[in-house]
C-alpha cells in the first residue's frame, strides 16, 4: 500500500497554502493547488509554508478519524496513558489496551501507526522546505532563519519518531539496533531503516546547522508557536537526555532556558492554557479555530468537556503524597492533606461512583443512605476548587475525584487551549539530571534549587541529596512538575523502570482495569512496531 507516503506528497501543497501572516493559523488553511514553485518564490511565501507546518500540530487529521490531532493526541494517548501517574477512572476500562502497553505489536492499528504518519508528514514538508529555500526571493537572512526553522522541525519530528518506534538507548548496544527510516530530501521510494546511533547523529547535525542559521540571520520569531533558537537548543537537550549523553545535555539545556525566564506563582497557576515567558514552544488554540471534541482541553481542562460530564482526569496518589504541602504544584491536586477530617483511605466518605471513586456533586444522586460526611467532603472539595481555579466553575459536573487536577484549563468551550510543548521547568530537570550522570553533583542541586525554591513553587525546599537519592528526587520531581504534559511514559521508557498503579483498595488512584505492574522488558522493550502499511510500501524494510 502507498496510502501513506502518497498522502505525505500531495500534503505539501496542502501545507504551503498561501495567505497574509496573521496573528494565528486562519490564513493557512490547507488546499492542493499550490505548487513548491509558487510556494517558495519568495521568503514571504517560505514563511507562510512554516506556518503551515505548525498549524499540522494542533489540526485534526480526519483520515484517523476523532481525536487524532497532532501533538495533542502524542502528548494524551503515547505520553500519559500509558504512564504511571496518570488516571482517567471513566476511560479506564475501554482505554486498557493502549494504557497496558498491549497494542505496540498490532500493525494495523491506527494507534500504532498515527505517529509515524503525523511525524512523517512534519518530516516530508519540512524537507520540502530545506529543499527549496534557495530559491526564494528575498533577503538572504530571513532564507536563513527559515532554513533552520524546518531543519529543528525536522530533528524534532525524529526525536519523538525514535522515542516510539526504536529501543531505549540502553538497550540498543550503543545505537547499533535499529531506529526510523531517516529521509533526507522530497523522495518517497524504499529506503531502509537506520541505526538508531545514525538517527541521532542526524538529529545532532541537523540542530548544529539549525543552531547556525539562526545565529547568522539575527532574526527572531514573530509567534510562540514557530521554531527558533530557544527551541533548537530545548530539542537538543531532549535529545541528548533520551542518547544518555549527559555532557551535552547539560550543555544545552541552559541555553534553552536563558531567553525564557522560570513563570510566576500566579502564572503557574492561571491553568496552563496561554503562554507566558516560560514557554519555549508551543501550539496555538482559540475559539475562532476550534476543533471542537477533539481538541486536547476536551479531556484535560478541569473546566473543559469532559470535566462537566463527570470524565475528570486525576493523579497518582503516591506521587502527589510524596511532597510537602508548601509546594504549590502539590496543591493544585485534590489531595487527602487539604481535607484532613475526611478519610480517603476506603470507601466510607469516597465511594464508589458507577465504579470510580469520587465525591458526588449533585445531592439527588446519593440517594437516602448518603453520608453527611460524604456531603460535607463535597461541599469542601467544590469550594476548594473554586477558590484555586483561574476559570471557573472548576469541575461543574456530577461529582469530583480524589486527586483530581487543577493545573489545566480551557479558555473556551468544549476544549480551546493554547499547548505548551518546552518548558524552561524541563530544562532545568534535563540540566539537573545531565549533571547527576556527569557527577558535577553541585550543579545538579542549583539546577534543582532554582526551579523549586527560586521560582518560590516551595519556597522550604533545599536540595542537600546525594548519590541515589539526589536521581530519585529528581526523578520525582520531573514527575510533579510536568505531570499531564505528556511525559510520563518517555521518561519511564528512557529511565528503564517499570510502571507500578495500585488500585485504590491499595493505596493508589487506578481504576482495576490498569491497576498493572508493565516492566521494561514487557512489549518489546516498549517499542512501537513499524507499522504495516509502512513495510508494504517501503521494500527496503525487510
Not at 519530528?157 to 526510523?180: E, F, I, K, P
Request: glycine residues 6%; charged residues 20%.
Amino acid at each position: 500500500m502507498k496510502t501513506i507516503f502518497k498522502y505525505m506528497a500531495v500534503l505539501l501543497a496542502g501545507s504551503l497554502a498561501l495567505g497574509s501572516c496573521s496573528k494565528d493559523y486562519l490564513d493557512t488553511v490547507p488546499t492542493d493547488s499550490t505548487s513548491p514553485t509558487t510556494a517558495f518564490a519568495t521568503t514571504e511565501n517560505a514563511a507562510q509554508a512554516i506556518n503551515g507546518i505548525c498549524e499540522m500540530m494542533t489540526t485534526q487529521h480526519q483520515y484517523y478519524q476523532q481525536g487524532f490531532n497532532g501533538e495533542g493526541t502524542i502528548k494524551l494517548i503515547y505520553g500519559e496513558y500509558p504512564g504511571n501517574d496518570f488516571c482517567f477512572p471513566q476511560y479506564a476500562p475501554g482505554w486498557s489496551p493502549i494504557m497496558n502497553q498491549t497494542y505496540m505489536q498490532r500493525t494495523t492499528s491506527i494507534y500504532l501507526h498515527y505517529p509515524w504518519y503525523y511525524y512523517y508528514i512534519l518530516v516530508s514538508n519540512a524537507n520540502s522546505v530545506i529543499a527549496h529555500i534557495h530559491e526564494a526571493a528575498g533577503e538572504e537572512a530571513d532564507r536563513e532563519f527559515i532554513k533552520a526553522q524546518a531543519l529543528t522541525f525536522r530533528a524534532y519530528a525524529y526525536t519523538m519518531l525514535v522515542q516510539l518506534y526504536a529501543h531505549r538507548w540502553c538497550d540498543s548496544d550503543n545505537g547499533a539496533s535499529n531506529g526510523v527510516v531517516l529521509r533526507l530530501d522530497e523522495s518517497t521510494g524504499g529506503l531502509e531503516l537506520s541505526s538508531l546511533a545514525k538517527c541521532y547523529e542526524r538529529i545532532y547535525e541537523d540542530l548544529d546547522e539549525a543552531i547556525e542559521l539562526y545565529t547568522s540571520s539575527g532574526r527572531s520569531r514573530s509567534n510562540f508557536w514557530e521554531p527558533d533558537l530557544s527551541v533548537a537548543y530545548a530539542v537538543y537537550a531532549r535529545a541528548a537526555l533520551n542518547r544518555e549523553d549527559w555532557p551535552t545535555a547539560q550543555a544545552m539545556a541552559p541555553k534553552a532556558y536563558a531567553a525564557h525566564p522560570l513563570m510566576s506563582v500566579a502564572e503557574y497557576r492561571s491553568g496552563f492554557c496561554e503562554p507566558n515567558d516560560e514557554w519555549i514552544w508551543g501550539t496555538y488554540g482559540s475559539a475562532n479555530e476550534n476543533i471542537w471534541y477533539y481538541a486536547h482541553g476536551v479531556t484535560m481542562g478541569y473546566n473543559g468537556y469532559n470535566a462537566g460530564k463527570g470524565y475528570g482526569i486525576i493523579a497518582n496518589r503516591e506521587l502527589i503524597d510524596l511532597f510537602p504541602a508548601t509546594d504549590i504544584r502539590k496543591n493544585l491536586f485534590l489531595h487527602q492533606e487539604l481535607f484532613p477530617e475526611y478519610n480517603f483511605t476506603d470507601n466510607s466518605e469516597t465511594g464508589p461512583v458507577e465504579g470510580f471513586y469520587g465525591i458526588v456533586t449533585d445531592e439527588s444522586a446519593y440517594g437516602p443512605d448518603a453520608s453527611e460526611s460524604g456531603k460535607a467532603l463535597r461541599k469542601a472539595m467544590s469550594e476548594y476548587a473554586n477558590s484555586v481555579a483561574a476559570y471557573k466553575p472548576a469541575y461543574d459536573a456530577a461529582y469530583y475525584y480524589i486527586y483530581g487536577h487543577l493545573k489545566f484549563a480551557v479558555t473556551a468551550q468544549p476544549g480551546v487551549s493554547n499547548i505548551n510543548h518546552f518548558r524552561s521547568s524541563e530544562m532545568y530537570l534535563t540540566e539537573a539530571e545531565a549533571a547527576y550522570h556527569n557527577n558535577d553533583i553541585p550543579a545538579a542541586q542549583a539546577a534543582m534549587n532554582a526551579l523549586n525554591r527560586d521560582s518560590q513553587r516551595d519556597p522550604s525546599y533545599s536540595c542537600t541529596a546525594t548519590g541515589e537519592a539526589l536521581l530519585t528526587e529528581i526523578r520525582n520531581y520531573r514527575r510533579l512538575e510536568l505531570w499531564g504534559e505528556g511525559f510520563s511514559w518517555f521518561d519511564y521508557k528512557r529511565w528503564n523502570l517499570p510502571i507500578e498503579r495500585k488500585s485504590f483498595e491499595k493505596g493508589g488512584t487506578f481504576q482495576s482495569s490498569v491497576a498493572v505492574t508493565i516492566q521494561p522488558g514487557d512489549a518489546n522493550q516498549w517499542t512501537w512496531d513499524i507499522p504495516l502499511r509502512e513495510v508494504d510500501y517501503n521494500d527496503a524494510i525487510k
